[in-house]
């Protein structure tokens, strides 16, 4: 590899990577010394099982694994998150491309690859224990922060039965290619395509998951009719869903997904001192406040978030 110096550093994201374009190459360095087995090694096993499914993802170029880096192609700068931000844009025509994408990573079938160490990797099942665990980052990092000691405490016991009670109510099972980190910021456009980025998380999950952290994202402020109409879209592409059962988990796991970023984002400002995910967290609330109004399932939820945190549940 160039010395660093020679290389662009561009902007990162809440992992512990740092991204470099090398011009000559047209390429990007990923350098990872903390996780480097997910950020390296299983973000390349991940790009080769979306690569032979026709989905754009990076490809690798060279590896140096024990110098903690990976080279990969360069998709450029232009995300679709960009592309949307514009207002003279159809966004509506834009989601419809994106489900499509989506749609192809559902129907992968592939969990098993080898690696670039030549060692057979298997994606594995997105249980509800680790469900369970990411959501709880809500009561471990933000809870502490804004309520007493001794509310805080009553507040994670009463959280974490009902974390386990919506758990239990989902309907589809983890069959499903799940991205993990579906959403727009994390889609290229590269060639006049899309290309997914970000992959290393992705595991075998309920279907509706990607739908959920593609619509209800916090990083980027959509109308209800958008959502609506894009999740309306999705259904059209997928007739043998059952709307009812797919509807409750895509809910349930918005929901759950959005408390987690909460308690993600707060761990990022107190422990790495990333500060500017904060101003996302009031968005991160208005989508759950949104979702727990729609069934009675969110009931109890809504009752304990209203009590502990009554500025942002209506």
């Known amino acids: 590899m160039k010395s660093l110096a020679k290389l662009k550093k561009i902007k990162g994201d809440a992992s512990f990577r740092e991204f470099y374009r090398n011009r000559d190459n047209k390429s990007i360095i990923v350098i990872s010394k903390k996780e480097k087995l997910?950020?390296?090694?299983?973000?390349?096993?991940?790009?080769?099982?979306?690569?032979?499914?026709?989905?754009?993802?990076?490809?690798?170029?060279?590896?140096?694994?024990?110098?903690?880096?990976?080279?990969?192609?360069?998709?450029?700068?232009?995300?679709?998150?960009?592309?949307l931000k514009k207002k003279k844009n159809n966004k509506y025509v834009i989601f419809k491309k994106i489900i499509k994408i989506l749609n192809k990573i559902q129907s992968i079938k592939d969990k098993k690859v080898k690696n670039f160490k030549n060692k057979l990797y298997k994606v594995q099942e997105y249980k509800n224990n680790i469900l369970f665990d990411e959501t709880?980052?809500?009561?471990?990092?933000?809870?502490?922060?804004?309520?007493?000691?001794?509310?805080?405490?009553?507040?994670?016991?009463?959280?974490?039965?009902?974390?386990?009670?919506?758990?239990?109510?989902?309907?589809?099972?983890?069959?499903?290619?799940?991205?993990?980190?579906?959403?727009?910021?994390?889609?290229?456009?590269y060639n006049k395509k899309i290309a997914v980025i970000d992959s290393q998380d992705a595991l075998m999950g309920n279907r509706a998951y990607d739908l959920a952290s593609l619509i209800d994202d916090v990083r980027l402020k959509t109308s209800k009719e958008l959502k609506e109409k894009v999740f309306k879209f999705y259904i059209k592409?997928?007739?043998?869903?059952?709307?009812?059962?797919?509807?409750?988990d895509f809910e349930i796991l918005s929901v759950l997904r959005n408390l987690k970023i909460i308690g993600i984002f707060m761990r990022l400002a107190e422990r790495d001192n990333k500060k500017k995910y904060l101003k996302l967290i009031p968005y991160a609330w208005e989508l759950i406040n949104h979702r727990i109004k729609e069934q009675n399932?969110?009931?109890?939820?809504m009752l304990l978030l209203k009590n502990n945190f009554p500025k942002f549940i209506r």
């Open 297 to 301: 399932q969110f009931n109890n939820l």
């Open 237 to 248: 592409t997928n007739k043998k869903i059952d709307l009812e059962k797919f509807k409750k």
């Open 38 to 83: 997910k950020n390296l090694l299983i973000y390349d096993a991940i790009n080769k099982i979306l690569i032979k499914n026709k989905i754009l993802a990076p490809n690798l170029i060279s590896e140096n694994y024990i110098n903690n880096y990976i080279e990969i192609n360069d998709f450029g700068d232009q995300t679709l998150f960009q592309i």
């Open 136 to 189: 709880k980052l809500f009561c471990d990092w933000y809870a502490p922060k804004i309520l007493s000691k001794s509310k805080s405490i009553q507040f994670r016991k009463k959280f974490r039965l009902e974390i386990k009670k919506l758990l239990s109510k989902l309907n589809y099972k983890n069959v499903t290619f799940v991205h993990r980190d579906f959403h727009v910021s994390n889609l290229m456009y």
